[in-house]
């Protein structure tokens, strides 16, 4: 353990750049897939037939291995971080896709009418009913990705994305030589590390958006 918490201080520089690098992608994938996956959710929910294709496509994207769907992008866009952050995105859409679509499904339809003879709009009724009720649903799904990504983002140092995976692939590339095994430890922790600090945030974030009569 002793020589765990050396090597980390030896390292800490790197720690702190690696696991910026990791955050960067989570940050990033989880923005843009909330985006897409939350507008893909609103526009399917009425469409029954279209909805089970689009879920289904992303069901498949998770059916995908990681490492294969990453190399796959090397020839379209090359190493470093376009590749990961492409394929965890695609990974990202089924869990926030999915809950918007159950959350927006999912609100009292007695509610929607007494909106709608209140005279509100189609949107006016997405924007200031449909949405805030089922926000804890989404928010959930988003949690979801946000940690499927911070795992999944490990293997983004074998087409040289960086991220806290670089070291345990240093480590694994070592195994046996000093410090080897303290390099494997450090990546799997502060990955670890990370995620519960983002898990977290969400935690907080929800409660903090969420209306109290309906948490």
Known sequence: MASLFDFINSRWDDVIE??????????????????????TGIYVRHRPALRE????????????????LFVLFIPIVGLGFWGPFIALTMYALLPITRNTVTGLMGVDQAVLESARGMGLSSRQRLMRVQLPLAWPVIITGVRVSALLTTGIAAIATLVAGGGLGDFIKSGLSRLGTPNSLESVWTGTIFIILLALIIDSIFVMIRRATTSPGIR
């Open 18 to 39: 690696l696991t910026l690098e990791h955050l960067r992608y989570v940050v990033s994938v989880v923005v843009v897939a909330t985006i897409i996956g939350v507008a």
């Open 53 to 68: 294709i689009v879920l289904g496509v992303y069901a498949v994207f998770l059916t995908i291995p990681s490492l294969g």
